[in-house]
């Protein structure tokens, strides 16, 4: 079975400043990854994915994540938020060829003025 | 172009009510599926279905039933509504599970809480 690691509940961070969201993985066989975005009070919104190729990925709103297989991690960053950033963020794997998709406990990042 | 549609938006229901969340895609997409969301736990899948008429439990399936009778259509029933199922209510569909543009489609919730 495939579990998902969010390390940190809650990022608080000013405004401008870099953040980093740390996803962790687990599985015995190969998966594609995923970021969601959830802003208040609405639905789930894809940012980006890592199926194969390139391990550093681009998403939308300038972020980005990196996908590194040995340390079976997944981590989101981006260089300067913005107070426009405030969510919550869901990591997910999904088995290549499968279809269910399995979260993490997600990370409320809070970016303060 | 809806996406995935979900009713209603929110809900209040008495303990042993009953009641049914309806989704509906227009993406034509085979798989769906339906997550309950609680503070600290993420997404937690209850039910999913591959195509119509063919459907199977997720992780937290007890209290909860689900038909499939057309591609388009996933409802969620509540048989007899309890406190522990006040949460949030997400249906997903999703494109093919291989492949560039492989991705999970979701509605906007239901707001449930029973009292």
């Known amino acids: 079975a495939q579990s998902v690691t969010q390390l940190d509940s809650q990022v608080p961070v000013f405004e401008e400043a870099p953040v980093e969201l740390r996803c962790n993985y687990s599985s015995s066989v190969s998966v594609y990854l995923f970021w969601y975005v959830q802003y208040p009070n609405q639905g789930l919104q894809l940012l980006l994915k890592y199926l194969s190729g390139s391990t550093l990925v681009k998403g939308i709103n300038g972020f980005e994540a990196e996908f590194n297989k040995s340390q079976t991690s997944f981590h989101l960053r981006k260089p300067s938020v913005h107070i426009s950033d405030t969510a919550e963020y869901f990591c997910?794997?999904?088995?290549?060829?499968?279809?269910?998709?399995?979260f993490g406990a997600g990370t409320i990042l809070r970016v303060k003025s | 172009n809806a996406g995935v549609t979900q009713t209603p938006k929110f809900q209040v229901l008495k303990t042993g009510q009953s009641m049914t969340l309806q989704c509906a895609q227009d993406m034509n997409h085979e798989y769906m599926s339906w997550y309950r969301q609680d503070p600290g736990m993420g997404l937690r899948l209850i039910h999913y279905s591959v195509g119509a008429g063919i459907t199977d439990q997720g992780e937290v399936p007890n209290g909860y039933n689900v038909s499939r009778s057309t591609t388009e259509d996933f409802p969620l029933r509540l048989l007899s509504a309890a406190p522990s199922q006040t949460s949030v209510y997400f249906c997903?569909?999703?494109?093919?599970?291989?492949?560039?543009?492989?991705?999970?489609?979701f509605g906007q919730g239901t707001r449930l809480t029973v009292v």
């Open positions: 997903a569909s999703s494109t093919p599970r291989t492949g560039p543009n492989t991705e999970a489609f």
């Open positions: 997910a794997v999904k088995v290549i060829g499968g279809n269910k998709l399995v």
